[in-house]
C-alpha cells in the first residue's frame, strides 16, 4: 500500500525537526522518516565528552530555546538529544520511527519515496539524513596491514576504551580537537596528534555564537550584494572549548605534520623515523548522506547536488537541508538550521494545491 502525503522529509534529526516546525505552522500535510530507533539524531551517537561550541540559548531550533545545562556552560550531547525529543513532544511532530529512505523515485508528477517499512508519495521532500552516517577516512599506505585498532570519530566513546594504548588522533578540525584533548588529558593514554597543517584555534572568547554572527553577516552582505565579507574559516578552525583550552594549555596538544604511511605496529614519519601506535582515530570528517537520492540521477561530478537556496534545481520538488553551506548558510548547525528550514517551507507551501 502507498500512503499519500503532501511532503516526506527524510530525517529526524535536528534538520527534519525545523523543517517539520515551519511545514506545521505552513498547515501542510507532512511526515518525518527517521531511521533511529529514538529521537536525537546523530547526537544520540557522539562521544561521551562533546560539547556545543555555543551556550544553550544561542544553540535553539525555531520556536523553543534550549534550556540551560546545570552547571555547563555549553551543553554535552546528552543535553542535546533531551532538547530534540522534548522538541518533537512539544509540536506534535509526526515522527515515523525507524524508518530507513532507501530510494526516492520519479513518479507521475510527483515523488516516490521507498522505504523499509512501506512506500510514500509526496508532491514534495525535504532531505536531511546530515553527513554522520557516511564517515571519511582518507587513503594511506599502509592502512591494510596497521595490525592496530583504527575508529572513525563515529566509533570514539571515551579515553577508558584505549586506556594503556598508544594513541594517534588524526584531524585538525574540532573534533580532532576535542577527541586528542580528551586523550591527552587521561593518564593512561600516550597520545600523537596529526594535522595536515598546523591547527589553528580561534581565540578563547569566540565560540558559536560569534561564528553564527559571521555567518550571518556574510549571508546578509552577498544577498545585499556589498560583497563577500569571509566565511567562518577565515577566524580558525578549532573553537577552544574549556577541555580544548586545559589541554593546550598545560601543553599537551602539540600537533604533528601528517606521517607518510603506516605500518603494522604503529606510523612512518616523513624523515623516516617512526613511532609505535596500538590505535588510529580518524577525526577526517564526513560527506553528504545522499545514497537514498542516487535514482533522481542530480548528482554533479563533485559529489553535490546543485541547489538554489535548499531546492535541487534539477528537481524542485527537492529540498536538501542542513548538509553545509551549499545548503544554506551555518545549516549543519542546531542555530543555523532554522532560516533555511524556514525558507524551504515556505517554497513548497507555495507550490502545493
Known amino acids: 500500500m502507498t500512503r499519500t502525503v503532501d511532503v516526506v522529509v527524510i530525517g529526524g534529526g535536528q534538520a527534519g525537526l525545523a523543517a517539520g516546525y515551519h511545514l506545521r505552522r505552513k498547515k501542510t500535510d507532512f511526515v518525518i522518516l527517521d531511521a533511529q530507533d529514538g529521537p536525537g539524531g546523530a547526537w544520540q551517537h557522539a562521544w561521551d565528552s562533546l560539547r556545543l561550541f555555543s551556550p544553550a540559548a544561542f544553540s535553539s531550533l525555531p520556536g523553543r530555546l534550549m534550556p540551560a545545562q546545570r552547571g555547563e556552560e555549553y551543553p554535552d550531547a546528552a543535553h542535546v538529544v533531551d532538547y530534540l525529543a522534548g522538541y518533537e513532544q512539544r509540536y506534535e511532530l509526526p515522527v515515523h520511527r525507524p524508518v530507513r529512505a532507501e530510494s526516492i523515485q520519479h513518479d507521475a508528477g510527483r515523488l516516490r519515496v521507498e522505504t523499509n517499512a512501506g512506500t510514500w508519495s509526496a508532491q514534495a521532500v525535504v532531505s536531511a539524513t546530515g553527513t554522520w552516517w557516511r564517515p571519511f577516512i582518507p587513503t594511506v599506505p599502509g592502512q591494510d596491514v596497521f595490525a592496530g585498532r583504527q575508529v572513525h570519530t563515529t566509533g570514539y566513546r571515551c579515553p577508558a576504551d584505549f586506556a594503556g594504548q598508544r594513541v594517534v588522533v588524526v584531524g585538525g578540525g574540532n573534533s580532532g580537537a576535542q577527541i586528542a584533548a580528551d586523550l591527552a588529558l587521561a593518564e593512561d593514554v600516550t597520545l600523537t596528534w596529526v594535522t595536515r597543517r598546523p591547527p589553528r584555534f580561534l581565540a578563547d572568547n569566540i565560540d558559536g555564537r560569534a561564528l ?47 606521517f607518510t ?40 561530478s563533485q559529489g553535490h547536488i546543485a541547489t538554489d537556496g535548499t531546492r535541487a534545481v534539477d528537481e524542485p520538488r527537492l529540498h ?7 545548503t544554506g548558510p551555518a545549516s549543519a548547525t542546531l542555530i543555523g538550521v532554522g ?9 513548497i507551501a507555495a507550490c502545493l494545491p
Open 212 to 258: 553564527f554572527d559571521t555567518a550571518t553577516a556574510r549571508r546578509r552582505a552577498l544577498d545585499e550584494g556589498t560583497g563577500d565579507t569571509g566565511d567562518v574559516g577565515a577566524l580558525g578552525d578549532i573553537v577552544a572549548v574549556a577541555p580544548v583550552r586545559a589541554a593546550r594549555d598545560a601543553g599537551l596538544l602539540k600537533a604533528e605534520p601528517m
Open 261 to 300: 604511511r603506516l605500518t603494522a605496529d604503529g606510523i612512518i614519519w616523513a624523515d623516516g623515523t617512526s613511532t609505535r601506535a596500538d590505535a588510529v582515530i580518524w577525526a577526517t570528517g564526513f560527506r553528504p548522506a545522499l545514497s537514498h537520492l542516487a535514482p533522481l540521477g542530480l548528482r554533479g
Open 320 to 326: 536538501l537541508l542542513g548538509y553545509g553551506d551549499w
Open 339 to 347: 532560516r533555511p528550514a524556514r525558507e524551504a517551507a515556505s517554497e
